[in-house]
């Protein structure tokens, strides 16, 4: 079989998240499924770095596909970018050892979130940040972030239905900068659970606007009650920026 890789972008606003839904087709997932089995003449299943939630968007998914047929890397390309919707995007198209695999080689991941901090609206990123109209203080949200370093159990920070799968991540890095008006997280680690991203965010802005002090949130983690953290940042300011192998 030939293995190939992909980085692609979307804009996840009007999708119910990556992964192929048996009963929608309004999937990133589902979408790209459909262009490449037309072109193999195949059935084609693709198998993302990670799973993004429903009108969360991507920067550099990885995924990979393999076809028995063997195509060049640039006609896959251009077939995909000709026939998929036009907020989907296919970067790069390469081929790769067949027993490389997006999900399980992926070593860690950096996702980013985009608040836009002003008393007013921004018209022309509505859709692609949330909106935070007090003032957040950046000292005390820098002073939470260096809480959630290190690996912990984030049961208290996932949605996820399920807790027979280990429920500890480690977090590498969080980084907040301040620009034009936005505040960016950006969040590296070895993985995520079921809304982490957001729930942690969502903490930081309850830190930021002094709702909670940065010192409850060890408490929190150790609680591993899901009813402690904050409010949920909207999808629409996530991104899934990079992943490495």
């Not at 979408?31 to 198998?47: M, P, S």
């Not at 198209?93 to 980013?112: C, G, W």
């Not at 002003?118 to 002073?143: C, W």
């Amino acid at each position: 079989m030939n293995n190939y890789k992909m980085t692609i972008q979307y804009d996840g606003g009007r999708y119910k998240g990556w992964q192929r839904l048996g009963t929608s087709d309004d999937t990133i997932q589902g979408k790209i499924e459909n262009v490449l089995t037309e072109l193999a003449g195949e059935t084609v299943e693709i198998i993302g770095s990670g799973r993004t939630d429903a009108g969360v968007h991507a920067l550099a998914q990885i995924a990979n596909f393999k076809i028995s047929e063997g195509k060049n890397e640039s006609e896959i390309m251009e077939y995909l970018n000709r026939y998929l919707p036009q907020d989907i995007s296919v970067v790069e198209v390469i081929s790769v050892p067949e027993r490389f695999h997006a999900r399980y080689n992926a070593k860690d991941k950096t996702y980013l979130y985009k608040i836009w901090n002003e008393q007013y609206t921004n018209p022309f990123m509505r859709k692609y940040s949330m909106h935070v109209d007090q003032k957040l203080d950046i000292t005390k949200m820098e002073t939470a972030c260096q809480y959630f370093i290190g690996k912990h159990d984030f049961t208290a920070f996932s949605n996820a239905k399920s807790k027979k799968k280990s429920m500890v991540r480690e977090i590498y890095t969080i980084d907040i900068e301040e620009n034009a008006g936005f505040i960016e997280i950006r969040v590296q680690g070895n993985g995520f659970l079921y809304n982490m991203v957001r729930k942690m965010v969502g903490t930081l802005i309850e830190v930021g606007l002094g709702e909670i002090e940065a010192e409850s949130i060890p408490g929190i983690l150790e609680s591993k009650e899901r009813v402690q953290t904050g409010r949920m940042a909207y999808a629409e300011g996530l991104y899934l920026e990079k992943v490495d192998f």
